[in-house]
């Protein structure tokens, strides 16, 4: 089948923990027992609430329609350089991307073994370490590639300018090296798969490495790691710099990420206030069509001309901001307005409050943990018992997140910790982000790399090098005490984990048949990683059946709503390239979902 779809197809407060050496940096933290511990047979996510930024008021003044301007920020195709190109585009299948033409990555040897630029997928090359015996990881190496399938982002392009009433800005070709056929540039490839984002909302610090930070700054991803960063505000003496950090908002600091990124989203050298000002000269929505039904924007929805918005983004932002934010006569020195200039506090709040509402917690594995026992099957029931049982699954995918790096667990488990690794010796190490051998630690270092500050992004080397971060270990982290976190990554949800493939960082497991056999057989790259490896990625032995009965447990964690893009999860009309042309659906939704591997030819 190569069809997309079956149409035939406590609030706790953030505060600024620590100054060393002119570091300031920042944890939050201090545990609030209703988000719940994460050990043991987790519970409905119903039962959990999602975190809440305690200061979002000093800021938003209206949910509602800071909800609508981040839905309609989040699915836009104006935004990104190309004007083709919008958050949506790498998160539409069940907030994963599903696509199967050029998603390749070269990985660290920046050779292709599983293909080229604007290649196309199939099963057959799958899994990228294929061994001759997948229940024994020591068994002769068949094949073995670095390549990742990753998202597939815009043209390398130097900027030029934006038109104002178009959404394609002008911009000159620069030849890549390496995302090209003939000479003729291809569609640059991120370098690690996508994640989704629905539920996002209950995690601490956000992207494989985590470098989303808790706090949000109002500019850039690096929260209060970065005291520089700063937004302007008029009080009615001019427009005057200021330091915000929101607490709870991962999300915010993630979404300020993309627009600065030059592979995923912009032409080098756009500024956001570029983007802002040419967003704020279109139509919202002007080249797609909004559900009449859709169940945040439909009653925006233009249904005379049958595109886009009745609203402005002008007017959206004032809707929804406090008026220092936006509401000036003055203009920076660069000639842009207070609203321009300030254009990522919205575009990250905005598409914060959007993806908080993307909570999936109806799912079959809900209605059993809610005290439906018909809910799951009994080979998905039993699967329940290997993956909080001989499986240690949980022990990292815990708590109705299913992953030990939420809120929740943070709180009750503190941001660092102490434990014996693979090799049996202690060693300090982030919790929720784990080295599960995947690939060889050098690859890609995860957590265990810097920041564009130059800053350690793990939390337990910025401990070590005397910062406070929030959770101090009994005896304290000493500064020649081993560190464990090169090479590992965040865990992720398990959530919709039947339509979010390929798997893991690298994206090179098709199915999740293959992911058990991975677990089962103790990780690839066990020996080599052994210094950071988690001590239980070890050899499980899993029958055949067991395998099969996790797999049937992990496909109870779906929920219909993701499936059919019913309300949270509807959304406006999108033709994602090199993908499927996605009609506009309400909040009754539409056509399925089906999983990647679905979509390959052997
Ligand atoms: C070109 C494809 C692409 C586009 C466009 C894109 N993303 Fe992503 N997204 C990714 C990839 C790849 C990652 C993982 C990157 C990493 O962790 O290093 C990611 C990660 C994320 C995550 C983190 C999820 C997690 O569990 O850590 C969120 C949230 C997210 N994106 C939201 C957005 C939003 C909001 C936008 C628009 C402002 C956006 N994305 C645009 C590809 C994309
Ligand atoms: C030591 C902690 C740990 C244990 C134990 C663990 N996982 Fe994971 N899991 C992770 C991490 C970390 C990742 C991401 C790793 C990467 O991409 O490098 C992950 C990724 C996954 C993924 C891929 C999800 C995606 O969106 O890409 C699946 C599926 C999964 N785990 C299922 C399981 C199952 C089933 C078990 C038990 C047999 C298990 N995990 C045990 C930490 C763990």
Known sequence: MVSWFSFSRRRWAARIIGVT???????????????????????????????VPSNLGSVVKDQNACVQLGKAFFWDVQAASDGLTSCGTCHFAAGADGRIVNTLHPGANKLFEKGAPNSTLRTSLFPFHLLSNPNDRLSAVVSDSDDIVGSQGVLTKNFVAIVLGQAAETGTDVPNPIFNVGGVNTRQVTNRNTPTMINGVYLNRIF??????????????????????????????????????????????????????????????????????????????????????????????????????TSTYTSMISATFLPRYWNSAATTADGHSLMEANFSL??????????????????????????????????QQAGLGVFTGKGHCSACHSGAEFTAESVGNLAASGLISRMQMGDGKLAVYDVGFYNIGVRPTAEDLGIGAKNTLGLPMSLSRLAQSGANVGTVLSPPISPTERVAVDGAFKVPSLRNVEL????????????????????????????????????????????????????????????????????PFDHPSLNVPNGPVLPAVGKDGGAATNSFASHMLP
């Open 500 to 567: 979010t493939g390929p798997y893991f960082h690298n994206g090179g497991q098709a199915t999740l048949a293959q992911v058990l056999d991975f677990y089962s057989r103790g990780g690839d790259f066990h020996e080599a990683n052994i210094a950071n490896l988690d001590p239980n990625i070890v050899n499980l032995g899993l029958s055949a059946g067991e395998k099969a009965n996790v797999v049937a447990f992990l496909n109870s964690l779906t929920d219909d709503r993701v499936r059919f893009s019913k309300a």
């Open 346 to 379: 919205f575009w990250g709040l905005a598409l914060q409050c959007y993806e908080s509402t993307l909570i999936s917690n109806d799912s079959p594995f809900d209605r059993f943990a809610d005290g439906n026992k018909a809910a799951l099957t009994t080979a």
């Open 208 to 309: 494989w490495d985590g470098r989303g930070q808790n706090l949000f700054n109002g500019v850039n991803p690096n929260g209060a790691l970065d005291p520089a960063a700063k937004i302007l505000v008029d009080d009615g003496a001019g427009l005057t710099p200021q330091s915000i950090l929101i607490d709870h908002s991962a999300l915010a600091s993630q979404a300020v990420g993309v627009p600065g990124n030059t592979t995923v989203f912009t032409w080098k050298g756009r500024k956001f206030s570029d983007m802002g000002r040419k967003l704020l000269n279109l139509k919202p929505l002007g080249a797609q069509t909004v559900h009449p039904a859709d169940s945040v924007l439909g009653t925006l929805a233009d249904t005379a001309t049958g595109k886009g918005l």
């Open 21 to 51: 050496a002119g570091l300031v940096f920042l944890a939050n933290v201090s545990p609030w027992s209703a988000y719940g511990a994460a050990a043991g047979t987790p519970v409905s996510l119903k039962q959990v609430p999602a975190p």
